[in-house]
Each structure stands twice: as structure tokens, then as C-alpha cells.
């Protein structure tokens, strides 16, 4: 019973409206993004919300970790700083290490900011792969959004997918011809294999682009997926919206 | 656009392009290729087979004149040329970019605003006449290389051209899959011009070819005679078909 509920809930899931999803996303962000400081119970209720969701997407909640652990690295470099800067001037020090002053309101803000990209990671990749790129791009045009951005991202989605297998083409050569290599020798390896697959991008995606227009590419990419609002979506956006109200106010 | 009794397909008259940075491509190139003839441009590599198709198809422009079917390729609109030529690249992977197979053979047809039965209609033609059917639901991302292929020449056959070109159409195929494209160039009525290095699929499939090498055209005639040249084709970095090598 337990697994035919949870066969349920993973279809009606993956059968919302991609405007449904770009609405919860962009009250979700709206949420997260505001909240100073993020409280207790907002952390909590976002964190089983897009646990709930993930369990449910029907993709392996490994697959979706394995993905954020890969992308956190990016989020933690980018605020490293942040620890070493007093954010609120109250000179509070939380530790010094070897002189390094770690302040108290800087490591408050490195933490609440690397949880709140964390949730919105878990959340773009919880929705791509609900429903494809494809038919939030479809939504997207039905929401009126210009038709050139659409074709931009469109054309970049596919221009991504072939550079990353092209990338771990050159990544897999790297590692049978250069591994042993000692790392000065490894770094200038790698530095003339950037500079290939720089001019490889350039060049495959000026092909892409004159295939495009060998198939009458005149400045829109025609999407024929077709988005249906139904009754499902209405309880699903007035669900989160209720959900939301009770982790910010109702306690 | 109706094209049955028009003699010549293509017609190049001193064509000659340069890329941008100065290097020549092609020099005082002359062709002409009868309609529903079917050809193919030989050749060592750079030779410059891939930047011929792409005059041909008026995604290039050099110096000289071409004409498709009798139409000037500079007085037509790009949409028009489209109708006339299709062109069908090396790599698939550069040529399908829609989320489904369905939506790439029907991004031409789309692109002309056709009304939605006519695409429908050209998109199951397409998919049938490669041996696609059943495949509209699916991602490219899902086919094996040589069923990208195939739906590479679905994307262009919906366009309903009057001539295709076909660059290296069997390369990097399984035996099956270059058995299709050769059984489909046999079976199919369109004018077509393949560059190819598969030389026994050209003896099967094409009834006259061109030896480009530098830029130029170093002979042309029917493919028994030109590929069973062998100093000929050693003299241009080529070998006999492995057929007549025996």
C-alpha cells in the first residue's frame, strides 16, 4: 500500500504543470532569498519540503546528492570570504587561527548563505528533472517570455550536453596519457588542453548554429510540447502557498 | 515547386570561396549536375567536399554563380533555399537539438509555418521513408549514432527538398546502419550530392563523381571510370574501392 501510494504521489508529481513548478520556484526563492535571518523553522520546513519532493520525483535521492556534493564546492569558494569579513562592524571574533580573525557575524552569514543556495540547488535540479528543461523552457514561452531568450537557452542546453561529453572525452585522454605526470607538468598539460576545448566550443557551436539554419532556423526554436493546466496543478500551487504561510507565521 | 523538367539540378559557374582568414577553399569550381542524378564529391582531406555542400546549400557565399534548379542561389530568400536543398551534416549530433525526435524532423516544416496536419503528415513520411517510425517520442539523446543519422535525414527529407546533400553520410557507421543510407540513396528519386570517403558506397549508390583536391575539381566523369583509376586516385591521396583492390 505504502509503495502503490508513493507510485501515486510520483505520478502526480511528474504530471504537474511546468507553471506550476516555475511559480512554487519563484515563491520558494522569493522565501528563502528574504528571509533575515533565516529562521529554525523555516530551515526545517524547507528542508522536508524538497526532501518530500525528492523522495517522490522518482529519480534515487543518490543521484540528487551526488549532484549538490559536485556543485558545493563552486558555493563554498564563492563565500569563503565572507568568515573573515565582520558583516555587522560589532567586532566580535568567533576564533582566531595563526592571527586569521574569524568573526562571529561573517561566519553566521557564510553559513546561512551557503544553506540558502543549497536549497535553491536542490530545488533547480528537483524541478529539471521533474520536468525537463524541454517543458519548462515550453512554459516559459507560454508565460510570454521573449521568444529569443527561449531559443538562447534552448540552444545552450544543447550546445552544454555535447561540451560535457565532449569534455569527458578529453578528461578520460587526460587521465590515461597525463596521470603520472608530476603536477607542473599535469598543470601545463591541462592549460593547453583548456585552450583546445575553448576553440573546440567556439567551433561547435557556430556548426550547431549553421545547422540550424540549414533547417530553416528563422530566430525561434518551435517547441511542440504542450502544457495542459488541470486541477492537480491549482491544489498543488494553492498546497505550497498554504505550506509556506504556515512556516513563516503560523507558529 | 515543381522541378521535373528542369535538366539541371545544379549548375556552378567559377565558383571560388576564400575563409575568412584568407585561405583558399575552393578555386574556379564548375559542376553541373543533372536532375536526379546522383553524385558524389570525392577527395583527401581539406580538400575543401564539406565547403562545397555548404555553398551549395547558401549557408556560404563565395565568388561565381550557382543555381539550383535554374534559380540564382543569391536572388533566393534563405527560406526558399531551404525547400530546394537540404542539408544533411557529418555529425548528427550538430543537426538534432529538439527534445524529441518528433520535434527535430518537425522543426523545418515549423519553421516554414506550415499549418499542423501538414507537419504531422511530413514528420511520419520522413520518419517512414528513413525506417524511423515509432521513434517520434524519443530524445536523440536516447538513439544509438547510426539511428541519429537516420533522423538527421528525417529533419531534412520533412522539408520536402528538391536536391540533398549528404556529408560523409556512412562515417563512424555499424555495417547495418550504412546499410540503410546505402539502401536509402538507392531507393531514393532526389538529386543528391554525397562527399563521402566510403568509395564502395559510392560505386553502389552514385552514377558520376568529382575529384576535389586544393580547392579545385581534378577530374569528373562516371564513377566505373574515375574509381577504378588507380594512378588517378593515388595521385589525390586516394585508393581504389576495396571491391576492385581484389
Known sequence: MISKLKFQLTDFIKELDPRALLLFYVLFIAI?????????????????????????????????IKRLLAIYPMIFFVTIMLPLTDTSNTGEIFISILGTKIYKTGLDSFIILNIKMLFIFALSLLITKICGTFRLLKSLESLNFPVWIISILLYMRHLFYLLSSEQSRIQTAFHARYRYLPIIKRINVLRGISIVFLTRTIERSDRIYTAMLSKGFSGKIPNTIKTNWRISDTLFSCGFVLYFWVILYAY | MHTENIKNAITCKNVSYAYPDGTPALNDINIKIQNGEKVAVIGPNG??????????????????????????????????????????????????????IYDDVAFGPLNLRLPESEIDKRVTEALEDVGLEGYEQRSSLHLSYGERKLAAIASILSLKPQLIAMDDPTSNLDPLHRRKIIRWLQQSVLTCVVTSHDLDMIVETCQSVFLLNRGQIVAYGLVEDVLRDKKLLEANDLELPLKWQI
Do not use: W
Open chain 1, 32 to 64: 528563502v532569498l528574504i528571509q533575515n535571518p533565516l529562521k529554525q523553522k523555516i530551515i526545517v520546513g524547507v528542508f522536508t519540503l524538497i526532501f518530500l519532493l525528492m523522495l517522490f520525483s522518482g529519480y534515487p535521492l543518490s543521484q540528487y
Open chain 2, 47 to 100: 580538400a575543401g567536399k564539406s565547403t562545397l555542400l555548404l555553398l551549395l546549400n547558401g549557408i556560404k557565399h563565395g565568388s561565381g554563380t550557382i543555381k539550383i534548379f535554374n534559380y540564382n542561389l543569391e536572388e533566393k530568400s534563405f527560406r526558399n533555399i531551404i525547400t530546394l536543398v537540404g542539408l544533411v551534416f557529418q555529425n548528427p549530433d550538430d543537426q538534432l537539438f529538439c527534445p524529441r
